[in-house]
């Protein structure tokens, strides 16, 4: 993996304590980090923990001299691939939309160059406050990535959203934002609420399938495959941050819901059909699950025991529906249907023989023989009826993204966003 540097600004707020878990796994996956304290974040965490976990000088709202020899503000701010402000509060959000730079960490990111990403917590009032919600609007228009804060409860005590989402959350996106590598802010902003450079999908409705099913025999004992549903969790991810609305309907799998993907989790290939079904209609589905091709005929309700005579219990097969063929066939079939195939050999006549006779737009076909499901990479060849595109060997995050802007630029010729 490319080693990367990560600037941490730090905000202040219960949550803080989740960004020294960040930073530990940012230094695991081999990045380099060095974080910023604000006057309120030092409440929550202190340098020195930082500092030992970061192996890095960590800097505080305390701006003295002597730092400002040894490096300047805004080389500090421009010497990071990526800023990431984890949590950001209220306050920095709103300082950081008015350009409001009265400390270290706010003057850091006035000053950067570099893309920045923001992973807000705070209180559910507070987050849904029409100022927070137009901060939030002008800084993504801004081409600033701001995460949607997880559900659930607070620690004042309060439900909804507003929680900072988990750490390996905020780890994937920053994968996908160093994947994308040279989005920079743009000068001029963005207008809000319209598709751009950085949200490509905003107004889209996209369907994603990801993972396994298992299909049960007995209460105890299941038919199922080796998918991590990775790849597939990593497209509603990219999608939601290009900007769509997700919605993800996934096989038992233990990933954490992407930031801003609406989540249905099932078990079977029938409730994965249903769930797609009542999903419908979407602009673009892309059915990455490796639906199970076969459940047990007859499922016992009681576990099957050994009894004994060394005789084997018959286990009859019956074939579950093809969701993907099925979705093609319909009256609501999407503008844009994607399929997935995982092959060993003969990779893109496979792929160009499944396009036909699924009935969809484009396969993405992975080789699996050299690196098997669950990986971190893949390398993957889009075959359509115009051609085959074959892509590097990327990580599944990067082919995420890479495959969001393919789908962009096919809907913008299948279905125009009207422009109202
Ligand atoms: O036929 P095969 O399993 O190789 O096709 C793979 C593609 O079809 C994937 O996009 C997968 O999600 C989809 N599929 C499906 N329902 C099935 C089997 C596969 O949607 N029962």
Redesign the pocket.
Known sequence: MTHRRILLIIGGGIAAYKAIELVRLLRKAGHSVRCVLTRAGEQFVTPLTLAALSENKVYTYLFDLKDEVEMGHIQLSREADLVVVAPATADLLAKMAGGIADDLATTLLLATDKPVLAAPAMNVRMWLHPATQRNVATLRGDGVTVMTPDEGEMACGEYGPGRLPEPEAIKAAIETALAQGTVVQPLGGQPDFAPSRHRPLYGRRILV?AGPTHEPIDPVRYIANRSSGKQGFAIAAAAAEAGAEVLLVAGPVPLPTPPGVVRVDVET?RE??AEVEAGLPVDAAI???????WRAADTSAQKIKKDGSGEVPPLALAE??????S?AKSAKRPPLL?????ETNDVIAHAQA?LAR?G?DL?VANDVSADPMGGETNRVHIVSKAGVDSWDRLPKEAVARKLMEKIADELDTRVPLADD
Not at 287 to 293: I, Q
Not at 320 to 325: E, M, Q, R, V
């Open positions: 399938t290939a994965m059909a059915m990455v699950a490796a639906v199970a091709d579950n529906p093809d969701i993907l063929a979705v994607v399929g997935f195939a995982a499944k699924k969809c396969i």
